[in-house]
């Protein structure tokens, strides 16, 4: 199948349920939350021609027939209810809210299907010959590109080098980002094609990676520029097969709302183009990388709601620091695991107030990437005197916020400051935190419970693709703190954990606000978009370590059905049609 055609099939997910038709589904196990975050149960659905909840109805919808005939009956001369375009028997299934992922990134997932992945990969070995298969399946490629690589679960103590990729690549240009994108790995070819040399030295806010006084193969957080700047970049039409890969995980798994941290923008042009040829189903709320960005693509004020409801910029994403796995995370001591290392900040203070000064004042959202106590300390410290020149619903939003200085935990609740958090992100590092800081220096790590006693706004994501897009194993993680082996048993600093009602918020409702979409999707309240899943087991009476294994059924978005498991296959393609991410 041609990659059109491929993206013809994904955009043609509406299975037999018009736009904007008015109707019920009926016979369900309906689970939604009140104002309060409280479980309430329901039996039906009403959705209006707009594709917004009606109401949520207790018992069985009557069929507009009968209800005429009681009308008439009893001399009733109000104006006939209105007849409904469709209704789905829910045979008894359950009914739950959209997810809403708060931090995800939408086309780095999408160009991640279409290339190099090693997120599976355990050894350094295995990495090799996965890469080394690549190569040989896809000969003719300028460039091999790829991502997903991370020493810690290869167990390898160390980063891996160039002559260890070069032994698989040969004389072909490669680079591979890390698992979390703060890092990237080069085999001596894309070296040669940067020009990089023992002599070149890396910018503020990175490290090269040295061995015998030349450049490893490594390159952490802002040093990555100096091989990313001779990667060709991907073709138009592979940035929308990209999209379109995507846009069907996503909705595969529940996903009908994200946030895109840091767009750049070919990837808001990505956006436009899906949602011209009304192929854009996702609602994507979109934080620009960095001042650039946001002025080119939303200018002067943050764009409004396009598409139905479906897409808006509205912010901008800054980063404060790298990552814990690349020991980039800013820390306020040394890193237990390396000496005279404390991470980097990749900007000064006074660049971090001004750039969020700058778009504070054109009322665009500010976001911050934080991981390390330092970086964590030093937003807080911008927001709380930012606030005092820029008032009202600001949202200031902290991404991650993973590692904290307990003594700056209580200052998340200052200023209406959402730490945008992905519990996943707890279940895979934890072993690699106590390594890197050790137990006594992790009392803020991950902090839930901690955030959530002190009124601190919680917006759960996954950070995809550093993590599966997937929302129910990040609901188990949150309510067990275990991984998905069930370790450790009874949870890593179980005090942290939160039940399944403060889950659920963070992952739908917490998503909205954290986006200031609150009112117009996130729950199942009247008047909001009618998104929704039909998922195969009960999510309330499931095991909390099971609830990572929950299946979706059906995905609606704005009372149309975008999604049914198993009626289309997901999206394939074959390496030589993909011609932008091959050649330059």
């Known amino acids: 199948m041609r990659a059109a055609g491929i993206i013809l099939a994904v955009a043609t997910l509406a299975l037999a349920i018009p736009l904007h038709a008015a109707g019920v589904v009926d016979n369900v196990n309906g689970i939604a939350l009140d104002r309060d975050g409280k479980l309430i149960h329901f039996d039906a659905l009403i959705i209006d021609d707009q594709g917004k909840i ?54 780095g997932l999408g160009l991640s299907l279409l290339t190099l992945d090693l997120t599976d990969t355990k050894s350094l070995a295995e990495a090799q010959a996965k890469i080394a298969a690549y190569v040989k399946d896809n000969p003719g490629r300028k460039w091999i590109l790829g991502g997903g690589w991370n020493q810690e679960s290869w167990g390898l103590g160390r980063f891996p080098t ?19 994108g703060h890092a990237g790995w080069a085999n001596s070819a894309a070296m040669r094609a940067a020009g990089i ?87 994507i709320m979109v934080y620009a990388k960095g001042i650039e960005n946001m002025v080119a693509i939303a200018g002067a004020e943050p764009t409004p709601w396009l598409y139905g409801d479906r897409l808006r910029m509205g912010g901008v994403k800054l980063l404060m620091d790298g990552a814990l796995g690349s020991r980039g995370a800013w820390l306020k001591a040394d ?100 390594a890197r800081m050790g137990e006594a220096r992790l009392k803020g790590a991950y902090a839930w419970r901690t955030m959530l006693n002190a009124h601190v706004p919680l917006a759960f994501g996954s950070d995809v693709p550093v993590e599966s897009s997937n929302p129910f194993p990040g609901i188990s993680v949150a309510m067990t703190r275990e991984d998905a082996k069930g370790e450790p048993a009874g949870g890593w600093m179980p005090e942290q954990r939160l039940t399944l009602e403060e889950a659920m918020v963070a ?78």
């Open 54 to 107: 009606t109401k949520l109805v207790q018992g069985k919808v009557e069929e507009p027939r009968s209800r005429e005939k009681k009308r008439r009956k009893k001399g009733d001369d109000t104006p006939p209810a209105p007849s409904y375009s469709f209704r789905l028997d829910g045979q008894g299934r359950t009914l739950i809210p959209g997810m809403i992922d708060a931090h995800g990134h939408v086309m």
């Open 162 to 180: 160039a002559a260890e990729l070069d032994a698989v690549t040969g004389d072909v240009p490669t680079w591979l980002e890390r698992v979390d």
């Open 197 to 283: 040399t023992p002599a070149t030295k890396a910018p503020a806010g990175g490290r090269i990676e040295t061995a015998a006084g030349k450049p490893a193969g490594v390159f952490v957080d802002a040093a990555r520029g100096l091989i990313d700047r001779v990667v060709p970049p991907p073709a138009p039409k592979d940035r929308d097969l990209a999209f379109a890969k995507a846009q069907y995980l996503l909705l595969s798994q529940g996903i009908t709302g994200i946030a895109d941290m840091g767009a750049d923008l070919n990837d808001w042009q990505t956006y436009r183009r899906a949602g011209d040829r009304d192929r854009l189903r996702v609602r």
């Open 335 to 434: 890193y237990s695991d390396a000496p005279g290392q404390r991470g980097l900040p990749l900007m000064t203070g006074a660049q971090l107030r001004n750039n969020m000064s700058r778009a504070a004042m054109d009322g665009f959202q500010v976001a911050v990437h934080a991981i390390g106590d330092q970086a964590n300390a030093e937003v807080v410290d911008a927001i709380a005197e930012l606030s005092e020149t820029y008032r009202g619903d600001r949202r200031w939003r902290v991404e991650h916020a993973q590692i904290i200085d307990p003594t700056d935990l209580p200052r998340f609740a200052q200023n209406g400051t959402i730490a945008s958090m992905q519990p996943v992100h707890e279940a895979s590092d934890w072993r690699m935190a106590m």
């Open 507 to 584: 992952f739908t409702r917490g998503g909205a606000y954290a986006g200031f979409a609150e009112d117009r999707f996130g729950t199942l309240a009247p008047g909001e978009q009618a998104d929704f899943l039909i998922i195969d087991r009960d999510i309330s009476t499931t095991r909390p370590a099971e609830i990572r294994n929950i299946q979706v059924i059906e995905t609606w978005i704005g009372g149309k059905r975008v999604y049914v498991k198993g009626e289309t296959a997901p999206v394939e393609t074959q390496p030589n049609e993909i011609t932008g991410i091959s050649s330059p």
